[in-house]
C-alpha cells in the first residue's frame, strides 16, 4: 500500500512542476535543458568546504524542512536541512515556506546534517 501512496506522491509533484513549467513560475536556476544524449544519474556527498563556498557565494540563503523526510518520514534525521539560496530562497520565504538563515547558522546546519 505505501507504494501505492508513493506513486500518487511522486506523480502530483511531477503534474505541479509541468504546471509551473508551463506557466513560466520556474525560475531559470531550475529549467532543463535538453541536449539530446542521456546524462547518467550520479550521486555523491559534497565536500562540506565546497557546500560551504556555495553558501558563501549566496545573496540570501533560507532553510525549509526536507521534502523526502517530511513525506516519507523514514528516517530520525532532522528535518529543517534543505537550503534554498538567492531568488527561490526570497519566493519560498514570502510563501511562508521557508525562513531566511544567516551564514552562521546556515554553516552550523550543515555540520550537523
Known amino acids: 500500500m505505501k507504494s501505492k501512496e508513493t506513486d500518487r506522491f511522486l506523480k ?9 513549467l508551463g506557466a513560466g ?6 529549467k532543463v535543458v535538453p541536449i ?4 547518467e544519474a550520479k550521486q555523491w556527498i ?6 560551504l563556498e556555495i553558501l558563501r557565494s549566496a545573496n540570501a540563503i533560507a532553510l525549509n524542512n526536507c521534502e ?10 532532522p528535518l529543517e536541512v534543505s537550503f534554498l539560496m ?6 519560498k520565504v ?8 544567516f ?4 554553516e552550523d546546519i550543515l555540520r550537523y546534517a
Open 86 to 91: 538567492d531568488e527561490v530562497a526570497v519566493k
Open 25 to 30: 513560475e520556474i525560475s531559470y536556476a531550475s
Open 46 to 51: 559534497m565536500p562540506s568546504e565546497q557546500a
Open 12 to 20: 502530483e509533484r511531477l503534474m505541479r512542476y509541468d504546471k509551473w
Open 36 to 39: 539530446r544524449e542521456s546524462i
Open 68 to 77: 523526502c523526510r517530511s513525506h516519507y518520514q523514514r528516517c530520525d534525521n
Open 103 to 106: 551564514l552562521e547558522e546556515a
Open 94 to 101: 514570502e510563501k511562508g515556506r521557508a525562513r531566511f538563515v
